[in-house]
């Protein structure tokens, strides 16, 4: 298989991390625009320096807006993914500066120049809404562009019973880009849920791994005890098995297209993304929903990511 080029949104974040990790051992990464999100813009904007560090990459970092398009969500993921985004170790100030080119304005300058490109986004939606409200044409652009979000059943993780928190931290952010592509791959949080790791298996993963497995113990914590207080199964790593999807689209093994709209108001549903499951709207699918994947093959890429194939 010919490495795919990939042009990666992010707000890291545990399990942007892993997925990065990823995308650097199976395809050409050109970039990470970074968006605020699990953590504020500074943190993360550093933690995407880190992994570009670690793995020795030399694909740019390009800081992106600080707050979502319109209104400020209540709360981000630092419960989550600790207060700095990396689970509270500590690393040394990074070596690796981020560009000066704004994370908006490299994706319309990367869609250019990269016509064969998959754009992965795992963050909110801010920085690719403001690309496409900048430049109209840019989903001509894009081969593939594969999103991590929504809830596509209504059980979400964010405090919106039926959001998810890629969609949920900016709903008008996702509606721009929902509408602006005629259509895109949808990886959402439930069929994260469904293809979690077995947590002693993947334990001895990072025993026999390298320094990335290392780093990826280190970071992951925080999330880890998270997810055991809320009596969630297993290794669950949402932005992974994205990535996974990205890198291979040959590993789904069942997906339904359909149309898919991000709900703006609603007493109780701000961020909800609303799926047109029976097709009663009459409107063109706009989203490949991926419902199951080969999680066989998908363990496989993240030992390597790892290095403990
Ligand atoms: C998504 O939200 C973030 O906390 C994760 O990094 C992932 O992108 C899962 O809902
Ligand atoms: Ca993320």
């Not at 993360?44 to 800081?63: K, S």
């Amino acid at each position: 298989m010919t490495q795919p080029q990939l042009l990666i949104d992010t707000d890291p974040g545990v399990d942007d991390a892993l997925a990065i990790l990823m995308a650097h051992a199976h395809a050409e990464v050109l970039g990470l625009s970074v968006a605020a999100g699990n953590v504020g813009l500074a943190h993360t904007v550093r933690n995407a320096r880190t992994l570009v560090d670690l793995v020795g990459g030399a694909f740019p970092v390009f800081a992106g807006c600080p707050t979502p398009l319109v209104r400020r969500p209540e709360e981000d993921a630092a419960f989550v993914h600790g207060m700095d985004g990396f689970g509270d170790v500590g690393f040394a100030e990074p070596k690796v500066a981020a560009a000066t080119e704004s994370a908006a304005l490299a994706l319309i300058r990367l869609t250019r120049e990269h016509p064969d490109l998959t754009l992965v986004a795992l963050a909110p939606l801010t920085n690719l809404a403001l690309a496409v409200r900048l430049d109209p044409s840019l989903p001509e652009r894009v081969k593939r562009l594969v999103i991590m979000g929504g809830a596509v059943t209504g059980h979400g993780n964010t405090g919106v019973v039926p959001a998810e928190f890629n969609v949920g931290f900016d709903p008008e952010a996702a509606h721009v880009v929902f509408e602006a592509f005629p259509f895109f791959e949808l990886v959402d949080w439930e069929a994260t849920l469904r293809h979690a790791f077995d947590e002693t298996e993947f334990d001895g993963w990072l025993a026999r791994g390298d320094h990335r497995a290392r780093f990826f113990g280190r970071v992951f914590g925080t999330a880890r005890a998270f997810n055991r207080k809320r009596e969630r199964r297993g290794i669950i790593a949402a932005d992974a098995l994205a990535m996974a999807v990205a890198i291979d689209p040959s590993i789904v093994t069942r997906a339904e297209d359909r149309h898919v709209a991000v709900e703006l108001d609603g007493r109780l549903t701000r961020g909800a993304t609303v799926v047109d499951w029976s097709q009663r709207l009459g409107s063109q699918a706009n989203a490949r929903i991926v419902l199951e994947i080969d999680q066989a093959r998908f363990g496989a890429m993240v030992r390597t990511a790892l290095g403990s194939a």
